[in-house]
């Protein structure tokens, strides 16, 4: 089969397509043939080093197929289910084999590029604003990055729990998007101070949450918009790794800091299944919207990753075999 492999770290130019032997599913596992694949910004630290990969690796964790082949005891999937998946490494390719517990059925009417363009980010919008940090009415939520791939999911889920948005984007064409997902206020982050603004829009009181992927560049402004017992939910480092935080950080207002990661929150079947279920079935129902930047081939991943990282990008980026 074609994939995507890297055998060094480094810049998008590491990403080479080349034939490597078909895998074969074991014990508890079955092989999916991809006809979608998801890139997230995860997949950009796996290149890049910062979450430094055994090598040679082939990098993506999500997409959609059909199932090809199943290995022994295995009961969640059969040959031919339309499934979709998130956390299984070496999905920049023709065909993966995953553990068939992470596989998910696509309801009726979903298309499989459907399901590889939202599971993932859709489901890590989902545990932020109903796990992490619970969204409520009345609530104000600072979200960054608001144009991205987890950000337009995340506006409008706050929106539906009641909470008033505050975003932030790079650039006014992201800002008109963030506006149409629902955000309340949009920061353009790139020429405004967002500490300033977002003090002047809740008059000084500060926001319950500030959820924060881009990490090195806005971590202390958005500790500092927090009200007091905010909750600094950092999910994320597009701008680089936060330095240690001092603990007397959280002292000054009861601050709450946590750092969760998709795959604790998804850590059982029954509570994939059920992130998993609300998520593809709010798309299918058209309640969830969903923005598809670009479609890729996959022997052009290099350049999907060229233009996420350049911050080219609004929504979600796919790959296709
Ligand atoms: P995005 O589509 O959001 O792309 C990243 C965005 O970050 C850019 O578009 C850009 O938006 C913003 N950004 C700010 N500073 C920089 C910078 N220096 N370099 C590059 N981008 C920058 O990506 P995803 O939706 O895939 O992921 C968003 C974030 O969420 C990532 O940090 C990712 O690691 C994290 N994530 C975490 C998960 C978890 O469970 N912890 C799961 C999924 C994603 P702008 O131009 O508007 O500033």
């Known amino acids: 089969?074609?994939?995507?492999?890297?055998?060094?770290?480094?810049?998008?130019?590491?990403?080479?397509?080349?034939?490597?032997?078909?895998?074969?599913?074991?014990?508890?596992?079955?092989?999916?043939?991809?006809?979608?694949?998801?890139?997230?910004?995860?997949?950009?630290?796996?290149?890049?080093?910062?979450?430094?990969?055994?090598?040679?690796?082939?990098?993506?964790i999500e997409a959609a197929g059909v199932v090809a082949e199943v290995g022994e005891g295995v009961s969640e999937v059969a040959v031919g289910d339309v499934v979709a998946y998130t956390g299984v490494p070496g999905s920049y390719a023709e065909k993966v084999v995953a553990p068939s517990w992470r596989l998910?059925?696509?309801?009726?009417?979903?298309?499989?590029?459907?399901?590889?363009?939202?599971?993932?980010?859709?489901?890590?919008?989902?545990?932020?604003?109903?796990?992490?940090?619970?969204?409520?009415?009345?609530?104000?939520?600072?979200?960054?990055?608001?144009?991205?791939?987890?950000?337009?999911?995340?506006?409008?889920?706050?929106?539906?729990?009641?909470?008033?948005?505050?975003?932030?984007?790079?650039?006014?064409?992201?800002?008109?998007l963030a506006r149409e997902m629902g955000a309340d206020h949009v920061i353009i982050y790139s020429r405004q101070d967002f500490e300033q603004e977002v003090k002047k829009i809740t008059g000084g009181a500060g926001v319950q949450v500030a959820y924060d992927a881009v990490g090195k560049t806005t971590f202390d402004k958005s500790v500092a918009c927090l009200m007091h017992r905010g909750y600094m939910v950092l999910y994320g480092q597009a701008s680089g790794p936060v330095p240690p935080v001092p603990l007397p950080v959280l002292n000054k207002a009861s601050l709450f800091l946590t750092r969760p990661i998709l795959g604790d929150y998804t850590a059982t079947r029954d509570e994939l299944l059920h992130r998993a279920g609300d998520v593809l079935g709010w798309v299918r129902s058209g309640k969830l919207k969903l923005h598809i930047h670009a479609r890729f081939p996959l022997k052009e991943a290099s350049e999907a990753h060229r233009q996420l990282e350049g911050r080219l990008t609004t929504g979600k980026l796919l790959l296709v075999p």
Do not use: F
């Open 1 to 60: 089969m074609k994939a995507i492999r890297i055998t060094q770290t480094g810049g998008p130019e590491v990403l080479k397509y080349v034939e490597v032997p078909d895998p074969r599913p074991g014990k508890g596992q079955a092989s999916v043939q991809i006809k979608a694949i998801g890139v997230n910004y995860t997949d950009v630290y796996t290149r890049s080093g910062l979450n430094p990969p055994v090598l040679p690796t082939i990098p993506g």
């Open 104 to 176: 998910v059925k696509l309801p009726q009417g979903l298309e499989a590029e459907q399901a590889a363009a939202v599971l993932l980010q859709g489901m890590t919008a989902h545990y932020l604003c109903y796990s992490t940090y619970p969204l409520k009415p009345g609530d104000t939520a600072l979200i960054h990055a608001g144009a991205g791939g987890v950000g337009l999911l995340l506006i409008q889920m706050a929106k539906w729990l009641g909470a008033r948005v505050i975003t932030t984007v790079s650039t006014e064409p992201k800002a008109r």
